[in-house]
């Protein structure tokens, strides 16, 4: 089998961006907010959507199921405020297991948070345990920076998480560090907010002691981690300098990369340098990168065709990029099936 | 000859920081401000700081010449305001004119600028021209983000920083692109920061026309261009995708990379994905990583260890990153001897 730990649901149909335009305008008058029952979207629309898109290119790219979330960038938790994003998150995050419930088989959903800026991360907590012990959901999508390119928020590391990471321990479910669009006119979002996101992450974690208080806690950095295994003897030696212990004891038991990159010497770069154990296969596929490339006939974003073909990995550590380390990594998924995962889910 | 284009001054004897010390207690009581005449330093104490540091690894590691300038970190163009950043930046390209009157063969200026936040960049000007017309130096270091970590500045494609490129045009010098230490929490200065600003500055070249309205202008992204090799895919996706002209021809002709990367498949990706003409030979070397990798037995930033040994380049490729492109892209150097650039400055 072979699993898609990072997909969103970018093609949703205009119903849900035409709600959040509502609710938008309304910010300041909550008399005009649509309510979330009042999202018309049928079935057909919702199949409608994938057919073409998310579903095709799994059959294409012959990939079996795909961990999905709700659009990234449309996530935004700098606008409104915590009762904005609570409503936007909670309609999102319903609809993404209206998706897990039309295919069973093809995806197993993961939360957004309803983050806001300045707001105590445990207000994420009842959304968090609404989506895993209701929707049947296997893990969230953390904002390290919820204000949307300003990174006011405390360091990942700080005590001002701890309650989230709390439950997310006491819920086995690991979180994808995953920024939203920018409102910084210096990040653009896909192409510098989203990568120096996942090195700022991991630059964090490595100068903490954050997994000596939580020893199962799990991150997944998506995109590859952004810099970090481009520059993987900097951090290397910048531990060292620190007198930090090793990487692979301060922090490979928590904190894993995806394959989100798009280009073949990337993705040999980041098996040559970062463990095994560590990678996650994805492709955030239709993402931040649709086209075709014109030197290889294939989409940018089908990653399967860069990591298939390199032939120094063992047969082993390639089932475990492909699958072995989503099903441990995303642990309540384990050796179940997506159909089993998504029957769990009350009233699934 | 082997010319490293990234070294920092960041050995200086401890006077230096003394009186940065003094010039900021004295912020908010101008009167009790050192002047820059009593920075007291004799030329034997600037041998001293450098003779056990950088010119030993130039002789350790066979490098001939260092282009030079003031500590990156030490920048911090967020203390106090224009004229506190004016004062200490003078000071510190005074100090590289020392160093390189001394070692003329081993060392070559650049300059820090004294950028202030919110300060309208056509204020370096001056310091600009002096360092280049009077002190004999080759470029200049241009900070994004003079706020540390806020990214509070127009991004660099804006017409804010217009003025400030007319006169590095007519002067003929290119800018690295680098900022100094972060007052963010969120972001390690060497770790996080300095990586994301290489990344976000290659995306706003990326997605402006800057190279349009200035044709000739040369930056040089440190740092191995952030995360932008690893990423190359992407990059060219999200062109492709944004009806950008193809990468080589909408900033290549104005963008380089150094190779302060601090391990061996790290620049193997960097020369396989970048063209050979835009990379430069550096080390960065007593700067970011001190250490030496138990790996190897050898300082992890002796990228010269890493970019000697790949033999799938050719000579002519390799006689271009070690030297041919830093004298034109440093165009004051040119056919020059180290010599004979620092013998140009009046009075040098």
Redesign the interface.
Known sequence: MIIDCHGHYTTAPPALEAWRKAQIAAIGDPSKAPSRASLSMSDDEIRASLEGAQLKMQRDRGTDVTIFSPRASAMAHHIGDASTSLEWTRLCNDLIRRVCTLYPDNFIGVCQLPQSPGVRPENCIPELERCINELGFIGCNLN??PSG???K???LTDRWWYPLYEKMVELDVPAMVHVSSSC?????A???HY??AD??AF??F??SDLFKDFPTLKFIIP??G??V??????????A??MKRPPLSELLLRNVYFDTC??????I??LL??VPADNILFASEMVG????I?PDTGHH??DTRRYVEPIDWISDADRAKIFEGNARRVFSRFGTRTPREVNASARGG
């Open positions: 390290p920076d390119g300003y990174w928020e405390p360091p910084n006119p210096c990040f653009h896909t192409g510098a990568i120096n090195t700022t630059m964090q490595m100068t995109h590859g952004g810099a295994p481009y520059h993987w003897g900097r951090y290397k030696g910048i060292q300098d990159v798009y280009h073949r010497p990337g040999e770069l040559k340098v931040a990168v649709k086209g490339d940018y974003d």
